[in-house]
């Protein structure tokens, strides 16, 4: 087949799409495939291609920190224009299938989705609802619980907002200060991948200032409480379940660091629990993954953490996580019994169902 493979990007994950692609383009020309890799918020899009099988993608690592956002008005730009017009919108006409290896931004919250359904393009994935719904993780956590999924309390707070009753010069809005009061608390950007700009947070004083770090991006923020439990997430693939991947921390949070820089974390596939829970957890990450709007043709994957009980909480559903090769899908797929190129292959047929 002919695959294009669009990865980069202009959100705080671009580093790790652009790894991601690399993997994926990859195991596409071991599979066979002929391969064009694009980043379209670059410069020059086209990375490389067309590859044909017997060609070489050179990987690359993944930076201790996320790239600086200071060009992502530009990249926007050069996205939008690359996905609507010009060479890489032939590449994409002429090819049987895209694969997405794009992280958080647009390429994850329906944006890219969009363009790619309007222009009748089949993709790897989920459809631009579904990519929606699970990206905005306070409305995800909402629709999580309605559906009887176990999720903590929350509230939302976009620091420097005026807007909120009661609330003075954008100061800790009353519901986020009773979290606060009761922590510790976790607070992180409400739509964004990676772990980017988590933090644990002990006092009003410390989250005063993660806000004053954040008010500058306009990040709405969501507060909830700190799990200390153990901490698992599990995928789904089609209809297909993937062992159950225990994270084993050695930091409060599972931060950007933490989660790119291999052996920064324990990660356990299978994870070493008994039988009963793995299978509910697994029952809880299929719940999540139709709850949302996912379907047979699309993946996801799904984190849980468990409270001082030891019962797990659903804290998101990921659209699209990460396929490099230090990444918690492909870990999944190894304990299910699937090389990575396997892995690959098989996001591709779903896409082509």
Known sequence: MRVVVLCGGESSERDVSLASGRSVAQALLERGHEVVLVDPAAAVPVLAGPLHPGDTVDAISVAKEPPSLSGQQQWRRRMYAALTDGPVLDHLRGAEAVFLAL???????????????????????????????????????????????????????RPGGGDVPGNVDGDVPGNVERLVAAGPVVAKP???????????????SQLRQVAAEVRSRGVELLVEPFLPGREFTVAVVGDQVLPVVEIELTTPVWDYAAKYQPGAVSEVCPARVPA???????EMALHAHRALGFDGGSYSRTDFRCDTGGEPMCLEVNALPGLTATSLLPLAATGAG????????????????
Do not use: N
């Open 103 to 157: 992280h958080g931004g647009w390429g994850e919250d329906g944006h890219v989705q969009t363009l790619l359904e309007m222009a009748g393009i089949p993709f790897t994935g989920a459809g631009s609802a579904a990519c929606a719904a699970a990206w905005h993780k306070g409305r995800a956590q909402a629709v999580l619980g309605a559906a009887g999924l176990p999720v903590v309390e929350r509230a939302l707070w």
């Open 190 to 204: 409400v739509a964004d991948g990676s772990s980017v700009s988590v933090y644990r947070v002990d006092s009003l």
């Open 276 to 282: 009963a829970f793995a299978s509910r957890l697994q």
């Open 338 to 353: 699937w090389t990575y190129p396997d892995l690959v292959q098989r996001l591709l047929d779903l896409a082509m169902r």
